[in-house]
Structure formats: structure tokens, C-alpha cells
């Protein structure tokens, strides 16, 4: 069946140093991925995506990487700060529009 | 704040007992998607609708669920008798049918049952 997984549940990070939250998934056809940042007592919300036509995609601080190769996608957090500390979740979107979660890797910076 | 509301925030009702959810999407969007959340996991697709259309429906949505969007705006998602296994975080999401288009959730209904 369909999976998408994430290789660690925690990660603790200094202040100021970057982050990097991993993610593979089983289905080789799968087109689009998304991640996202879930707070406390909050919906996920949307960070950064990447279509299966590219390797690489940036955004404000972060970075998402698809190898296509080996199945797995990555989400680097530059000068990574207090404010990022949340659960990060990826997703790949499937027909319709619906989405397939991994369980999550909760982010944890220390000032 | 993405837009998306839901209301109740929070919810706890004893076993056996009927609950409806409520959730506003963006005013103009045509897709509404119902996740359910459990502790630790990440959000678990329930069903989506395109307008008022009710296009498909996760094996996860029992017969005792129900879920409704009667003019393609609001929708509400309905419990009956329910179980303590019900017991986890409602996620509603929005966005346009439009292809790689994000999808914006919103805060979330905590259901305990008792």
C-alpha cells in the first residue's frame, strides 16, 4: 500500500544551527509533496512543496529535496530558531486532492 | 489565521452520544477535505467533497460517520453513538480545484468521549 514516512520522531536542534527533517516514501509514482509545520493546539500549515519534475525547491529558510532515486524527500530549516520548534509533517497529495501524512517529526530548539 | 474555521474548538461528550462539527472554508473554494488527527500520528484522510458533492469517503469513515456540505459552502461532519475510539482532533482543509494549489486547515476540534 501507499506510505509515506518520516525517519525520526524527534529532533533537537541549538539555535542557530541548521536542521534537517527527513521523509521517504513507497510509491514511485507519486507526483507531489508538501510539508508542513503543525504548532500546539493548531492545524498543519503549509510550508513548502515540490512536484516530482524537480530535485530541489526553496523557499525563506528552507529547502526541500526529492530523490526520486531512493524514494526519500528532506526539509532543511537554515538558522533554525525557537519559533520553528512544532511537529513537521510530510504530505504527498494524492488524486482529488486529499493528502497522506507521515507520522511527523517533532522539531525541538534550544535557545 | 488561514481562513478556515471550525466550531466547536473543543468537545467532550460521554459514549453512546451524537456530535456535529462544524467547518467554514475559504469563501471561494470549491474543495472541503475532513481529516481525523490522533495523538503522535499525523492527520488521516475521512472524505472530500467538490462543491456540494461528496466525492469519496475513506474506508476510516464508519457508517456511524455522516458528512454533509448541502450548498457547496459549510460543512458539518456528524458522530452517532459514539465510541471512545472516536476520541482525536477534526481537521477541516480547503482550497481550489486548481492542480498543486495549498490547501489551508483550520484550528481543529478536539473530541474527548467519555
Known amino acids: 500500500g501507499e506510505s509515506v514516512g518520516l525517519h525520526l520522531p524527534t529532533l533537537s536542534v541549538q539555535e542557530g544551527d541548521n536542521s534537517i527533517i527527513n521523509c521517504a516514501y513507497s510509491n514511485s509514482a507519486s507526483d507531489y509533496f508538501i510539508w508542513y509545520k503543525q504548532e500546539s493546539g493548531k492545524g498543519p500549515q503549509f510550508i513548502i512543496d515540490i512536484r516530482s519534475n524537480m530535485d530541489k525547491r526553496q523557499g525563506q529558510r528552507v529547502t526541500v529535496l526529492l530523490n526520486k532515486t531512493v524514494k526519500h524527500l528532506s526539509l532543511q530549516i537554515a538558522a533554525t530558531q525557537p519559533g520553528d520548534s512544532a511537529v513537521y509533517f510530510c504530505?504527498?497529495?494524492?488524486?482529488?486532492?486529499?493528502?497522506?501524512f507521515g507520522q511527523g517529526t517533532e522539531l525541538s530548539v534550544k535557545p | 489565521d488561514t481562513g478556515v474555521s471550525q466550531d466547536p474548538r473543543h468537545k467532550i461528550t460521554k459514549r453512546g452520544q451524537n456530535v456535529t462539527f462544524r467547518c467554514d472554508p475559504i469563501?471561494?473554494?470549491?474543495?472541503l477535505y475532513w481529516y481525523r488527527q490522533t495523538l503522535g500520528q499525523g492527520p488521516e484522510f475521512l472524505t472530500y467533497?467538490?462543491?456540494?458533492?461528496?466525492?469519496?469517503k475513506s474506508r476510516l469513515l464508519s457508517d456511524r460517520f455522516s458528512a454533509e456540505r448541502p450548498k457547496g459552502s459549510f460543512s458539518t461532519l456528524e458522530i452517532q453513538r459514539t465510541e471512545q475510539g472516536d476520541s482525536a482532533m477534526y481537521l477541516c482543509?480547503?482550497?481550489?480545484?486548481?492542480?498543486?494549489?495549498?490547501?489551508?486547515f483550520g484550528p481543529g476540534t478536539r473530541l474527548t468521549v467519555l
Open positions: 469563501s471561494e473554494h470549491n474543495r
Open positions: 482543509a480547503s482550497n481550489d480545484r486548481v492542480p498543486y494549489n495549498e490547501q489551508f
Open positions: 467533497f467538490q462543491n456540494e458533492a461528496q466525492l469519496e
Open positions: 504530505a504527498e497529495k494524492k488524486e482529488g486532492g486529499k493528502l497522506i
